[in-house]
């Protein structure tokens, strides 16, 4: 045999065994997500514990195991990729959070929504970052430059409010529900902007004119990636509208919805935007519109595929994190002082537990003086709700921690590991702990009616299959347009206090003259012949 057929008959063996210990470690991983939802899937009735926590738990003990196996060399089963959360795993789970939206309340509370989520984000941000780099002074933390502690204030502004969203019911307290999840996915997509913007300057110095950059560069990338969201929402909308070629295909409507989606995140990646603001936009344009054009039957899977793929990618991460959270090489380095690493993490949470308290009750204050009524003031029982939801941190602080502070899930210099650790540290302890505290203190502070403890899953419901994604019945009728009672302004002081109904009202109008003949949406789009029975879908 040939020397140079020598080397590639090694090369293919060498190969071949890469290849079957990543298969195996695939193989095994898709065990544990199986394992995971059963897992959680029994325990849900009690409500102390969902998907989040099992999968911690489960990455907690396959990390145990697999160190012992090991002999202490690794707890994972492959190594974190920052390209493997940000291009693969967030998109889905961001997507789906802006299909699901009940857009009404979604925009009905969008000041209030905004002013936690951008504004609140950005003083939580503010405090943690000072707060950090003054007292991380009495601590041995390793060599930390102001962009790094700019960055954390970034990396802990970033709010995690699944659990408490499990336990509200939105039907009973609509306020409240949506108020928190929309807080949660504006406040992210602020944290990964703010993030996205720290990285582009040269922040060793900071001036007036470098901060009015980073403001204006943060401004520049909230308005153009959302603006992105909505044009590629809109085509895709388009697209379904006038191409009949997909009307009778389930398969061809669902998949260009998908890779529409998709697409709009990409495109924004390559245009370094933020691709989590453009694909939630993105997901509240095609609920509006494209979702209305397609057929009964596609609307079930679509409605269902995205929110299994998000479904996936959340325990995905938190089954990972378990995991990561027994990492040698981090510990190593952190076991040498293991008080500066208690030290971190205990100031990072107290910065956090301020940083949310500074901004939740001034701006809830600031919001009822200008709501009239009482149903619409938030009460001070919800604003310890609202705080509280937003004390958990997760996925997402935990990639750009990664992103930050490793070098492809490895880092061996002392202040990095310091950080990593903490950040894992805090997710767990918000996750698990806060996680489970969480339904007694919404019970205690709200009537029992107000948590869905006792109430049927909604996807599991099959009334839900066939009335109109994402809004009840009566939102339903005023969203075609059918509401009277919306006070129409006769005078500017009559504008100025009542302004989100006026909006509303002019929307609407709008909406039903000009975008839904054009781009569809609900009564715009003419019965399809083959569409299924409705009576199938119960």
Known sequence: MSPSLISVVSRVGLRTQTDEVSVHSI????????????????????????????????????????????????????????????????????????????KK????????????????????????????????????????????????GAIFSATDSVCALQILNQE????????????????????????????????????????????????????????????????????????????????????LMILMAYLSYMVAEILNLSGILTVFFCGIVMSHYTWHNITESSRVTTKHAFATLSFISEIFIFLYVGMDALDIEKWTVVKKSPGTSIGVSSILFGLVLVGRATFVFPLSLLSNLTRKSGNEKIGFKQQIIIWWAGLMRGAVSIALAYNKFTMSGHTKLKGNAILITSTISIVLFSTVVIGIVTKPLIRWLLSQKHTNSTAPSDSAAPKTLTIPLLVNGHDAESDSGGDHNVPRPMSLRMLLTTPTNTVHYYWRKFDNAFMRPVFGGRGFTPFVPGSPNKNLLH
Not at 69 to 98: C, D, K, W
Not at 174 to 188: M, Q, T, W
């Open 105 to 152: 309340q979604f925009f009905q509370n969008f000041m209030i929504i905004v002013m936690f989520g951008v504004v609140g984000t950005l003083i939580s941000f503010a405090i943690i970052s000072i707060g950090a780099a003054q007292l991380f002074k009495k601590f041995d933390v390793g060599v930390l430059e102001t962009v790094d502690y700019l960055a954390l």
């Open 27 to 102: 193989t095994l991983f898709v065990a544990l997500l199986c394992a995971c939802i059963l897992v959680g899937h029994l325990l849900e009735k009690n409500r102390w514990v969902n998907e989040s926590i099992t999968a911690l738990a489960i990455g907690l003990v396959t990390g145990i195991i697999i160190l012992l196996s090991t002999q202490g060399r690794s707890s994972h089963l492959f190594v974190f990729s920052e390209e493997l959360f940000f291009i693969y795993l967030l998109p889905p789970i961001i997507f789906n959070a802006g299909f699901q939206v009940k």
């Open 172 to 255: 009973e307290t609509p306020l409240l529900y949506s108020i928190v999840f929309g807080e949660g996915v504006v406040n992210d997509a602020t944290a990964v902007v703010l993030f996205n913007a720290i990285q582009r300057f040269d922040l060793s110095h900071i001036t007036s004119s470098i901060a009015i950059q980073l403001l204006g560069n943060f401004l520049y990338l909230f308005m153009t990636s959302t603006l992105l969201g909505v044009v590629v929402g809109l085509l895709s909308a388009y697209m379904i509208k006038k191409l009949y070629f997909g009307r009778h295909s389930t398969d061809r409507e669902v998949a």
